[in-house]
């Protein structure tokens, strides 16, 4: 990886991508249609294309931003998927409130902190009036995400929340698991699901997502 954090070496996408196909997304994209309105969606950090390839599968337009010339150059080798060859770190070659979604999928904590805020502020600029964005990424308190070399910006649910709202977003839903800290079985994930739920204690949290509401302007 670059010292900004931005683009990944090939060898990280071969590692993180070996295994999955177009399909692994599908629930990324129900995501999407439940909580945004019908229209384009951007996935910003979008690797081998796998989410858009997903969404053009059902009929849904859907842009890709990625930073890896390599991986552009594979998600057209793969299944002639072309995306927008782009550094996060500048603004988006696109135009405002053309989105009606924007996705950053396990994409922010792979971003130094500055280059994550210009990204969201970016986010709320090509998103539509009350457009939708989902972040998902690690908690920091997920200690195996923490050992991974890649993960230079893990955040708290907490911190999350603040950066997007200060971002000019209105969170709507938080849907963060629990660390499996009784064991991996039905049983004890709901046991530590209720005692998060009643200490409001985000150390048992194991992620750090967020759906988020581009905010109306007042005045």
């Known amino acids: 990886m670059n010292p900004g954090g931005t683009i990944h070496e090939p060898e990280d996408f071969e590692r993180a991508y070996r295994s999955r196909e177009w399909s692994f997304y599908r629930g990324l994209l129900a995501a999407c249609i439940r909580h945004g309105a019908p229209g384009k969606i951007l996935d910003l950090g979008a ?3 796998l989410f858009v390839e997903c969404c053009m599968r059902y009929g849904i337009e859907c842009v890709g931003i990625e930073g890896s010339a390599w991986a552009c150059r594979k998600a ?3 299944c002639g998927m072309k995306l927008i060859c782009s550094d996060l770190r500048k603004d988006l070659p696109l135009p405002e409130e053309a989105f009606s979604v924007v996705v950053c999928n396990q994409v922010i904590e792979h971003v ?3 280059t994550a805020k210009h990204m969201l502020s970016e986010s709320h600029r090509v998103l539509q009036p009350s457009g939708i964005i989902l972040v998902n990424s ?8 923490r050992r991974e070399a890649t993960h230079i910006n893990l955040y708290t649910p907490a911190r999350l929340r603040r950066e997007v709202e200060n971002a ?3 969170i709507i839903a938080e849907p963060n698991g ?5 064991g991996r ?3 004890s994930l709901k046991a530590v699901e209720i005692l998060a739920a009643i200490t409001r204690i ?4 194991d992620s750090a997502n967020c759906v988020a509401r581009k905010a109306p302007v007042c005045g």
Do not use: H, I, M, T
């Not at 629990?178 to 009784?182: A, C, D, G, I, T």
């Open 47 to 49: 690797g081998l294309g």
């Open 76 to 78: 057209v080798e793969r």
């Open 112 to 114: 130094d902190a500055r």
């Open 138 to 145: 690690p908690s920091y308190f997920n200690k195996k995400e």
């Open 168 to 170: 000019g977003f209105e």
């Open 178 to 182: 629990v660390r499996p800290v009784l």
């Open 185 to 187: 079985n039905r049983l």
């Open 202 to 205: 985000e150390f048992w949290s």
